[in-house]
């Protein structure tokens, strides 16, 4: 039987295209992944997103058929995949090493798993040239790995991929092997073509960039379990606990406790400032909460903010404190500052440079005011 003949049923009308509940894998009496469940949906990109042994590659290996898991269950279009072995299961995977063969053509690489699968040949030429052309490499067919770009090579590793027809295709660190502009160039090649194919994708990766850049939705790991899943821009703007909000870019975490709660608003007082959250919190008073603020929200100026810069009245007084420029690095589409605040605490603020002349009257060793709206405030007490 070959992958294309691998039973499948249908799924049912509202079911996860990819199911994943309750795994769990265990490597000699440590939990590698722990108690993860999650539902993926078809043609979804997504993303596992973690630092180094948080369970993420261990996750993907389980759903390629590599591991076995502990306990737990993987569903496919409504198929257990647990007992199914790797070679059986209509799934590719994409390494970060591209895995070419570099004795073989271009041509000859993309066409290396149909010929397994006894394809007949007209089908295996036919479904070769679709891909290269899917991949932008048509005329590159007789080149060997080694006379391409390394770009170039991970396009013929995901045609590889990609010429099986999986339902779900695996990537794991699928551009870690480029360098930093090529891999911005190839993130937006890459979801094109697949989402072209409109084949389903996980894929694993500890660039949050490349992440919030290729995903329609990311999990964030830490020791073996998922603590946020959501859309780039859900995971960015509202994480649900401060390790999610310091690993996902960058963000000033000031220290409080709730003063008051209502329906509409809530009052976190601080060691530099008391925080006005425009909307409730669902805490009690004197709860003890952290108040996530990212740089780029934060505004910095020579005066203290006035009426008129505030979203809402109410917040006029709060939400602003004093501090001292340390260090200012000039990154052209931004400046970033970092500010000494009166508590000793280092505040990091980004500034867009929208104009092309930055404005100057903000040097070192500046006593400086740093402000922000209450709708820009995220508490915390996970």
Not at 152 to 163: D, E, W
Not at 170 to 194: C, F, V
Request: overall charge neutral.
């Amino acid at each position: 039987m070959t992958i294309a003949q691998a039973p499948a049923a249908a799924p049912g009308a509202g079911q996860p295209f990819l199911l994943i509940r309750n795994l769990v894998k265990d490597f000699d009496g440590v939990r590698a992944v722990d108690d993860i469940s999650v539902t993926i949906a078809k043609g979804e990109i997504f993303a596992l997103l973690g630092s180094s042994g948080c369970g993420k590659s261990t996750l993907l290996r389980m759903l390629a058929g590599f591991e076995t898991p502990t306990s737990g269950t993987i569903s496919l279009a409504g198929q257990d995949m647990v007992a199914v072995p790797p070679y059986l299961r209509p799934i590719n995977m994409m390494f970060q090493s591209y895995a070419l063969f570099p004795h073989l053509s271009v041509w000859d690489n993309v066409a290396f798993g149909l010929r397994r699968d006894g394809l007949p040949k007209a089908e295996v030429a036919e479904r070769v040239e679709q891909m290269l052309a899917l991949v932008q490499l048509g005329a590159f067919g007789k080149r060997k790995p080694h006379q391409l770009s390394g770009g170039q090579q991970q396009r013929v590793a995901l045609a590889r991929s990609l010429a099986k027809r999986p339902q779900l295709l695996l990537l794991d660190e699928p551009l870690g092997a480029l360098d930093k502009k090529l891999r911005e160039q190839t993130q937006m090649e890459l979801t094109n073509i697949i989402e072209q194919v409109g084949v389903t994708c996980v894929m694993v990766t500890h660039d949050q960039d490349e992440a919030m850049s290729m995903a329609t939705r990311i999990a964030v790991m830490s020791e073996g379990r998922i603590l946020q899943v959501g859309a780039p821009g859900e995971i960015y703007e509202t994480p649900n606990c401060r390790f999610v909000a310091d690993f996902i870019g960058s963000v000033n975490m000031f220290e409080g406790r709730v003063l008051e709660d209502a329906p509409d608003h809530a009052v976190v007082r601080g060691a530099d400032c008391s925080h006005y959250v425009s909307r409730g919190i669902g805490a009690a008073g004197e709860t003890q909460v952290g108040v996530a603020v990212r740089p780029e929200k934060i505004g910095l100026q020579l005066h203290a903010p006035t009426l008129e810069q505030r979203a809402s009245k109410a917040e006029h007084g709060h939400n602003c404190a004093q501090g001292v420029i340390t260090s200012i690095a000039y990154f052209g589409n931004e400046t970033r500052y970092h500010v000494r605040l009166d508590s000793g605490m280092d505040l990091r603020v980004a500034r867009t440079n929208a104009a092309r002349h930055e404005d100057t009257r903000l040097v070192r060793e500046q006593r400086v005011w740093a402000w922000w709206d209450g709708s820009d405030i995220v508490v915390l007490t996970a």
